[in-house]
């Protein structure tokens, strides 16, 4: 069974910050971080949450996909920067949306989370116990970035997307992976419980999770790199393996947005032309989670997505984990 993706949306707030903003508040410029990044511009939201930022982004996949929001059985929202600890991003959305009744539940894989969704989603279909699920994924990064360090504030954007969901005729394959030793290469910490009860101090195991700072991102720059330049290119070639093609067959590759060199490095380890790659990140940046779908969406919109055509989603993120699907357009 394949999956059917029947529609597509997304959202970016409208505040632009530009690298000649970010030049004004922290030693870099335009040229340091275009070099090295690749991004020009991020969006930034300016009073509108999360929930209220991927409920945009799905009512616009529900009217492409031209059905009613009371189809949905099932939301699946992947995010790591969530407005409440509970209840969940995918219950807030369904609220929005007026949905009476549907199964919500949130997802955590950080940057790969919509992959890891997408194949969660294909199984409920597959299973027969739902037959339409909206997917959305939906990121304020900007609630833990700190803006103070040049190495990490200019990498981040905030925005959503969110696909419709249903079976398909076509073929479909997925790679879900994960290095777990590396989960101290990108972290955010909350604060430690506060009782009246428990005295002893809260020790993370590791001298330098216990001396980060509550909330903000923390990020083994180099580290994280080496390993996204490697785990791209992998998961794209396990997924195609167990699809039983060539990586030389797949149409069109949407990796998650984290850095153009990421990117350059996948395009001359996997030997494809460099037009089969889309990317983005010049004009949102790292949008964690909401870099595929919002791209998903973006494709769709400008017609270059067509009937046949092998699709390949590969993101990586903090856990460490990694995945591609692949899938037919239909």
């Not at 369904?94 to 949130?106: H, N, Q, T, W």
């Amino acid at each position: 069974m394949g999956i059917n993706i029947i529609g597509t949306g997304m959202f970016v707030p409208d505040v632009i910050a530009g690298n000649e903003d970010f030049a004004r508040i922290v030693d870099t410029s335009d040229e340091w971080i275009t070099t090295r990044t690749g991004i020009k511009t991020r969006h930034i939201t300016n009073g509108t949450l999360n929930f209220q930022m991927g409920a945009a982004a799905a009512k616009e996949a529900v009217e492409e996909a031209g059905i009613d929001p009371q189809e949905i059985d099932m939301i699946i929202a992947t995010t790591v920067t969530p407005d409440c600890l509970t209840p969940s991003l995918a219950c807030l959305v369904g609220k929005e949306l007026g949905i009476e009744s549907a199964a919500g539940m949130d997802l955590n894989a950080a940057c790969a989370g919509y992959v890891f969704a997408l194949d969660v989603a294909k199984h409920y279909l597959e299973s027969g116990e739902f037959e339409t699920i909206l997917i959305v994924s939906s990121e304020i990064i900007t609630r833990m970035v700190d803006y103070s360090d040049r190495s990490t504030c200019v990498l981040f954007g905030d925005g959503a997307g969110a696909t419709i969901v249903r079976k398909g005729e076509g073929m479909y394959s997925c790679a879900l992976k994960g290095k777990p030793q590396g989960a101290d290469k990108i972290f955010t910490k909350l604060p430690a419980p506060n009782n009246p009860f428990g005295k002893n101090e809260f020790d993370w195991g590791n001298d330098e999770m216990n001396a980060a700072p509550d909330y903000f991102m923390q990020m083994a720059g180099n580290e994280v790199y080496k390993f996204a330049t490697a785990a791209m290119p992998e998961a794209v070639e396990i997924a195609a393996q167990k699809a039983g093609i060539g990586v030389s067959e797949i149409d069109m590759i949407i990796p998650h947005q984290a850095n153009v060199r990421i990117v350059n490095t996948a395009i001359k380890r996997l030997k494809l032309p460099k037009e089969r790659f889309y990317v983005n990140i010049q004009e949102f940046g790292n949008i964690s989670s909401a870099c595929i779908p919002l791209a998903l969406a973006q494709l769709s919109h400008q017609g270059r997505l067509h009937k046949g055509d092998k699709i390949c989603l590969v993101g990586f993120g903090a856990g460490l984990t990694y995945g591609a699907s692949i899938f037919e357009w239909e």
